[in-house]
């Protein structure tokens, strides 16, 4: 299950309460000293961070189960059609020709 899988590795999951690496540019470093007074605390950056791949989680099984519904639905369309064209089949067959 593909769910259980993301669940196991997010509770999978350790970081660093001390410290963080912290992937900018000098000018956005620059800035949120400047405007936000600071740079980001370890506890804010593991939120997002968090947040961030909760977010892409749920983007993805939703895309799946939208995916699995649409193959769903799809077969049995598939399936309906192939029924009818075999049974037309048959009754034309059956009443012989018309010509």
């Not at 037309?88 to 059956?94: D, Y």
């Amino acid at each position: 299950n593909i769910r259980a899988a993301f669940n196991y590795y997010t509770s999978q999951l350790q970081f660093n309460s001390n410290a963080y690496k912290l992937a900018a540019t000098k000018e956005d470093k620059k800035r949120l000293i400047r405007d936000e007074g600071g740079l980001p605390t370890v506890q804010a950056v593991v939120v997002s961070d968090l947040d961030l791949r909760d977010l892409y989680r749920n983007v993805f099984l939703t895309t799946l189960d939208d995916v699995i519904a649409e193959m769903e639905y799809q077969l049995k369309e598939y399936t309906k059609n192939t029924k009818q064209q075999s049974s037309s089949a048959a009754a034309s067959s059956a009443g012989g020709s018309t010509w």
